[in-house]
């Protein structure tokens, strides 16, 4: 019972959070950091991304992951939106893991999220409805499903002013196994996935053609399906665009509060490619 008031709880807290949003969008745009959001939140541009990863987990594990992450443009009648998919391989090592395991690669997560907007459906919010898949390659079996809300805020005055924008997102995860393969049948599988993950994305113009991002590719955890633990962390980018094509960054991420253990501290980079 005290689980499902906990899932009720989150529910609740993301269809006020929408509702609040949809009612009164230019008293909270004209009030925060003079921003207002951008009516159109879609990209007309396909990207191709290629990430690397170094993560230091807990009991001197090791984690590296290359992953490769593309985002196709959507338009059905006056529906925009966009589709991501995320592949990725993953090497973990370290002293309590089997020695064969340094430097064996082997499937990471998969990902398919769905994001987008109709003109008449919320004609008084600028924001994106969507939803997240989790394939179980590479994630013991496991299969997650989690519905998101987000939108985007600029400020007027365009690229002259120090911050670029605004771009919070709040997203639930439910994951849910298989009858081939759940808790009963491999008791070593990770407890199901039941959290919700919030960024508070805050991007901030260092030169015309550089920015710092904060909270962009690490957000905040909160696990419902644990007792209501945390993991918050502090999480920058710096991005560099060369060219209308070519983008590359790199980003570092360290835990600030753990009680819900995801990694101690993360490096990163990436290579994105506009076309």
Do not use: C
Not at 6 to 25: F, K, M, N, R, Y
Not at 141 to 169: M, N
């Amino acid at each position: 019972m005290k689980l499902l008031r906990i899932h009720l709880q989150v529910i609740a807290l993301l269809l006020i959070s929408t509702s609040g949003a949809i009612a009164d969008e230019s008293k909270f745009s004209g009030n925060f950091l003079n921003l207002r959001y951008t009516p159109d939140q879609q990209s007309s541009q396909r990207v191709l991304e290629f990430w690397a990863y170094h993560d230091a987990l807990a009991g001197d594990t090791n984690s590296d992951i290359l992953k490769l992450r593309y985002y196709q443009p959507l338009q059905i009648d006056q529906w925009r939106g966009t589709m991501r998919l995320d592949t990725s391989y993953v090497s973990n090592y370290g002293p309590t893991l089997p020695q064969h395991a340094s430097g064996t690669y082997s499937a990471g997560n998969t990902l398919l999220t769905v994001w987008g907007n109709h003109p008449d459906l919320m004609k008084y919010w600028g924001g994106t409805l969507g939803a997240r898949l989790v394939f179980p390659f590479g994630n013991n079996g496991q299969w997650a499903i989690g519905p998101q809300i987000g939108t985007v805020y600029v400020p007027p005055e365009g690229s002259k002013s120090r911050i670029s924008d605004f771009s919070p997102l709040a997203r639930y995860m439910y994951g849910f196994d298989t009858k081939n393969n759940s808790l009963a049948n491999n008791p070593n599988q990770p407890a199901l996935v039941r959290n919700l993950n919030l960024f508070p994305t805050l991007g901030i113009n260092l030169t015309p053609n550089t920015q710092i991002r904060f909270w962009d590719e690490n957000g905040i955890i909160f696990n419902t399906g644990g007792g209501g633990d945390w993991f918050v962390p502090l999480d920058a980018m710096v991005t560099h665009r060369l060219n209308k094509h070519f983008l590359f960054a790199v980003g570092a991420s360290k835990q600030v509060v753990q009680s819900y253990q995801v990694y101690d501290w993360s490096v990163y980079g990436k290579v994105s490619l506009n076309f």
